[in-house]
């Protein structure tokens, strides 16, 4: 059974920095795209950061060259740096992988459980 573990959120001050980190295991046979994405308060989920199995990345207009996403194969691991944080960035971030199981032919979309990130003095 696939899980999905996040760590790293936490209490920040403006200008902080953050590093989350999304660890897959179980079952899995290869690991395509992976990604943060983030839940504020009365707000949607919007993506953060998305980087592909060649290591190409995209980001949010709101985080560009501020935020870092970057991937660990081996671990089976996702990375977000986040840097010069501001109380806008406060929310919910989940990571989400798209992986091919063991035995299976197709990709499946999973989530992770959410960690929270606060930004505030």
């Known amino acids: 059974q696939v899980q999905l573990v996040e760590s790293g959120g936490g209490l920040v001050q403006p200008g902080g920095s953050l590093r989350l980190s999304c660890a897959a295991s179980g079952g899995i046979f290869s690991i395509n795209a992976m990604g943060w994405y983030r839940q504020a308060p009365g707000k949607q989920r919007e993506l953060v950061a998305g980087?592909?199995?060649?290591?190409?990345?995209t980001y949010a207009d709101s985080v560009r060259g501020r935020f870092t996403i970057s991937r660990d194969n081996a671990k089976r691991t996702v990375y977000l740096d986040m840097n010069s944080l501001k109380p806008e960035d406060t929310a919910v971030y989940y990571c989400?992988?798209?992986?091919?199981?063991?035995?299976?032919?197709?990709?499946?979309?999973?989530w992770g459980q959410g960690t929270q990130v606060t930004v505030s003095s």
């Open positions: 989400n992988l798209d992986l091919r199981l063991l035995g299976s032919y197709s990709a499946t979309n999973y």
């Open positions: 980087i592909s199995s060649g290591a190409t990345t």
